[in-house]
T-cell receptor
Framework: GQNIDQPTEMTATEGAIVQINCTYQ??????LFWYQQHAGEAPTFLSYNVLDGLEEKGRFSSFLSRSKGYSYLLLKELQMKDSASYLCAVRDEAGGSYIPTFGRGTSLIVHP | DTAVSQTPKYLVTQMGNDKSIKCEQN?????MYWYKQDSKKFLKIMFS???????INETVPNRFSPKSPDKAHLNLHINSLELGDSAVYFC?????????FGSGTRLTVV
């Protein structure tokens, strides 16, 4: 299985940049995902990394280093609506299953 | 046109009852999942199912069982409900590139 670690809570100011880190341990890495979840809602897909490097999508970017078991989600030009939980998920191919396992999430609070 | 739809959105029931949650996806994905999100917001896999194989998280009690009448549906049946089953249950379907979640079912056992 996986051991996924991310900070429990972060705070940032509107307009700023914030980086949310995720470290993981897995025996058969097959992709890393970031999801956003607002309170009372379903998780929504943000990004997918399977190769090392940076994936950019608008204000959000995600980075992966497979050798270090490390990823981060970078949020630029923060808006109040970015206040949410951010979930790091790792897919493992060990045993022939390809099930994404989620970390406990990072609660981001954006204040004016 | 909702990609992954699950019903009901809210379910309040008494201990010992049997209940079902329905899930349907129109994305053409081969694999569907059930996750449980507890009060601490931890999203935990319960089942993974495609038309070939059911993978069960060994920590899930056998009171929980998935039923798939066809590729587009994966329903969750729960027998003899307990207080600790209260949580939000999410259905999802996925491809190699990502996963789409339903809106969730908040189950409250009283």
């Amino acid at each position: 299985g996986q051991n996924i670690d991310q900070p429990t809570e972060m705070t940032a100011t509107e307009g700023a940049i914030v980086q949310i880190n995720c470290t993981y341990q897995t025996s058969g890495f097959n992709g890393l995902f970031w999801y956003q979840q607002h309170a009372g809602e379903a998780p929504t897909f943000l990004s997918y990394n399977v190769l090392d490097g940076l994936e950019e999508k608008g204000r959000f970017s995600s980075f992966l280093s497979r050798s270090k078991g490390y990823s981060y989600l970078l949020l630029k030009e923060l808006q109040m609506k970015d206040s949410a939980s951010y979930l790091c998920a790792v897919r493992d191919e060990a045993g022939g299953s390809y099930i994404p396992t989620f970390g406990r999430g990072t609660s981001l609070i954006v204040h004016p | 046109d909702t990609a992954v739809s699950q019903t009901p959105k809210y379910l309040v029931t008494q201990m010992g009852n049997d209940k079902s949650i329905k899930c349907e996806q129109n994305l053409g994905h081969d694999t569907m999942y059930w996750y449980k999100q507890d009060s601490k917001k931890f999203l935990k896999i319960m089942f993974s199912y495609n038309n070939k194989e059911l993978i069960i998280n060994e920590t899930v009690p056998n009171r929980f069982s998935p039923k798939s009448p066809d590729k587009a549906h994966l329903n969750l049946h729960i027998n003899s409900l307990e207080l600790g089953d209260s949580a939000v249950y999410f259905c999802a379907s996925g491809s190699i590139y990502g996963y789409t979640f339903g809106s969730g079912t908040r189950l409250t056992v009283v």
